[in-house]
């Protein structure tokens, strides 16, 4: 995500060094005995089975959450099994034909039949299609080895990934449109999975590297349960390569990068909150069962998996999301939207709200400005709309690259053509960030000439955010009698004029989940 509002102000690993952020990580700190450490590594997440969940629907199942430190599913293979001294170009030739030919060798061996059989069912679904010539960018040998991937399993945080699809020695993951083709010990485009003996492995499962506390008008959703809070988690990882990221620090980094696994387990759960040091924020594990806990000690109606891209650590998202909907908790993804059709119908099953952002309305510009796609993007919103998940979009202007009022207007009648009026639009300021430091913020008036071409569009609900001293930039109107129903500022509800999701004034339908 790289919108102002989800951008990581919460407890990291370098700012839980540096500063008494929050009070999870107020205290001393926590010696984990061995019990406990073994018990970690037992632990959540070590199967977690949601009912619903459509496992034959996988291109691979593997064992639901593989209990921590499975020693024998997950092999030390040592040196990459494919030189990884090639020249850049000859790597993504072979990488391409891979890709051709990984295609023909499911279609044809004898244990690939039904492989080809789900790998055609994508092709010709339309959804974000088959881009064999993407040319993703992995990282070639660049997996954990030796007594760090060693710590890595020890630790639990390392789990057999979904959607992935068996190539021989190679494998080829299946969960947002980048078709990432690993060769052995190579590295994922979103720096969180490997390919360790022919399997694919998530090294972002149960070590979340920020967590906070948040309202959920922070997300932003402003039609969602309004008042609450969210617990929020991320990993790092993330799809794109957003230029003006603001949450860049975590979302451009290999899972090593925000976590140490060496020195004693650390588990957070709400037993373990009083004694917690902020020293120990790099080194601690939150297995799903940890993180709904906690989400019920500190009385959130909902977890939200945001600040940097959740599809990026897609295991961990969805083994929590399915222990909180057994607790009644809410979920929400707030996500760049970059996924396939199948994790994502997946996903919806467990999922009660979405913020999906939608970067602009051109194909060009998300290849420069984000290094993705935008056809995948609108893919994924009329899947949520179908699945009956409530969501709202972002719209973050960047000037020169998303400012062009033509290209609003566009997207808003796409919104309005194919998703109807009522799904809001959040239009978001730009502050400057990562590499795009020499543009300035977007200016005001920009801001306000989108919301007025986007309520010109016909859309009913649409905010400005970012940005403080905007008259109604967070005013919910209603769409019948115009009156303010909703009135915030600054992610804090002021008033609010909705009961039972209508309008107390005239009846009307306020579009959104307004009740538990
Ligand atoms: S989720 Fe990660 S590994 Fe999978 S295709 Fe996307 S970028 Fe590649």
């Known amino acids: 995500m790289d919108q102002d509002q989800e951008k990581n102000h919460d407890v990291t690993w370098r700012e839980a060094a540096e500063s008494p952020a929050s009070p999870q990580a107020a205290g001393n700190v926590s010696p984990v005995t061995a019990g406990q450490a073994a018990s970690e590594n037992e632990g959540l997440g070590a199967g977690s089975p949601c009912p619903g969940q459509p496992r034959d629907e996988q291109v691979v199942?593997?064992?639901n959450c593989a209990r921590l430190g499975?020693?024998?599913?997950?092999p030390d293979t040592g040196a990459a099994a494919f030189p990884t001294a090639l020249p850049n170009g000859s790597r993504i030739?072979?990488?391409?034909?891979?890709?051709y030919g990984g295609m023909a060798?499911?279609?044809?061996?004898?244990?690939?039949?039904?492989?080809?059989?789900?790998?055609?069912?994508?092709a010709s679904s339309g959804f974000g299609g088959l881009d064999l010539g993407a040319g993703t960018d992995v990282f070639p040998g660049d997996a954990p080895q030796g007594e760090l991937w060693q710590q890595w399993q020890r630790r639990g945080?390392?789990?057999?990934?979904?959607h992935y699809l068996p190539l021989g020695r190679n494998v080829q993951c299946r969960l947002c449109p980048n078709d990432c083709l690993l060769q052995p010990e190579d590295r994922s485009h979103c720096r969180n999975r490997v390919n360790k003996g022919g399997k694919l492995y998530t090294l972002a499962y149960g070590n979340p590297c920020a967590f906070h506390n948040d309202p959920v008008e922070k997300k932003p959703l402003f039609h969602f349960l309004p008042g609450t809070e969210a617990f929020s988690i991320a990993t790092s990882g993330c799809v794109f390569r957003c230029l003006n990221c603001q949450n860049w620090d975590i979302s451009q980094r290999k899972p090593e990068e925000t976590k140490d696994p060496r020195g004693e387990a650390v588990r957070l759960n709400p037993e373990q909150l009083s004694l917690l040091s902020r020293r120990d924020v790099d080194r601690l594990s939150m297995f799903p069962e940890d993180v709904v806990a906690l989400a019920e000690h500190f009385g959130s109606r909902s977890i939200a998996y945001t600040y940097s891209e959740p599809v990026a650590w897609y295991e961990y998202m969805m083994d929590t999301a399915c222990l909180a909907r057994q607790k009644k908790i809410k979920n929400l993804w707030i996500t760049c939207g970059s996924i396939r059709e199948e994790p994502l119908v997946e996903l919806c099953k467990v999922l009660d709200g979405a913020n999906v952002d939608l970067k602009s309305f051109d194909e060009g510009v998300y290849r420069r400005l984000n290094a993705g796609r935008l056809q995948p993007i609108l893919d994924t919103l009329k899947v949520l709309k179908r699945e009956g998940v409530w969501f709202e979009i972002t719209n973050l202007i960047v000037p020169t690259y998303t400012d062009d009022m033509e290209m609003i207007r566009r997207m808003c009648e796409w919104l309005v053509a194919n998703l109807g009026p009522d799904y809001p639009l959040h239009v978001s300021r730009y502050h400057p960030d990562h590499k795009l430091t020499h543009l300035p913020p977007t200016p005001v008036e920009v801001l306000l000439q989108a919301r007025s071409v986007a309520r010109e569009c016909g859309l009913r609900y649409v905010y400005v955010g970012n940005v403080r001293g905007v008259e109604d930039a967070e005013t919910t109107f209603c769409p019948n009698c115009r009156r303010p129903v909703?009135?915030?500022?600054?992610?804090?509800?002021?008033?609010?004029?909705?009961?039972?999701?209508?309008?107390?004034?005239?009846?009307?339908?306020?579009?959104?989940?307004?009740?538990a």
Do not use: H
């Open 61 to 63: 199942s593997p064992p």
């Open 70 to 74: 499975d020693g024998p599913g997950i």
């Open 93 to 99: 030739r072979r990488r391409q034909l891979l890709k």
């Open 105 to 122: 060798l499911a279609g044809l061996g004898a244990a690939g039949l039904a492989v080809c059989a789900v790998y055609r069912g994508c």
């Open 157 to 162: 945080w390392v789990r057999e990934a979904r």
């Open 486 to 515: 909703v009135c915030r500022d600054a992610f804090s509800v002021l008033s609010m004029d909705v009961a039972d999701g209508k309008c107390k004034f005239c009846n009307t339908e306020i579009a959104g989940v307004w009740t």
